[in-house]
């Protein structure tokens, strides 16, 4: 039997802390891509209220200063009851070495509880994970 070990390509990173209820946006740390394929972003939403529009989209640029949408890369926009929920953007096959998430929270207030990046297909391993990751465990269980 093969096995796969995801952590031994793929490298953690915190690019938002916790954002307290408002109607601000927020940018999310850029990832640099330059020794991976791809990254996942997970938006961790809180309380949301009602009547709020919070839209997420990923955002590219060339020089981590001026980023630009990227073309299909916004998640559908959260509805009243959609608290405590996961919103997931990944960015396949980098055109641009940094890439970002933009939280949009207009109308009403929503929290934000945190964005974590997955960073898949490093080209150098074992990755480094940054300091806002206390451990990577692997188990086998079969």
């Known amino acids: 039997m093969s096995q796969c070990h995801v ?4 490298k953690y990173q915190r690019v938002s802390n916790a954002v307290s209820a408002g109607t601000t946006d927020v940018d999310s740390t850029a990832v640099d891509l330059t020794a991976a394929e791809s990254v996942t972003f997970l938006v961790l939403l809180g309380a949301l209220t009602s009547t709020n529009v919070t839209t997420a989209k990923l955002q590219e ?3 981590n ?3 630009t949408d ?6 559908s ?3 009243d009851d959609d608290d405590n929920q996961i919103l997931v953007l990944e960015y396949l096959r980098a055109k641009k070495r940094y ?3 933009k939280l949009t929270r207009a109308t009403a207030n ?5 964005i974590v990046a997955e960073i898949h297909g490093l080209r150098n391993s074992p990755p480094t994970n940054g300091a806002t990751v206390h451990s990577v465990t692997q188990a086998v269980g079969y």
Request: hydrophobic residues 35%; glycine residues 12%.
């Open 61 to 63: 640029s060339d020089d």
């Open 65 to 67: 200063s001026t980023f």
């Open 110 to 114: 929503a929290v934000v509880d945190g």
């Open 70 to 75: 990227v073309t299909g890369g916004t998640a």
């Open 77 to 79: 926009d959260t509805v």
């Open 7 to 10: 952590s031994s390509k793929t």
């Open 99 to 101: 890439v970002r998430v």
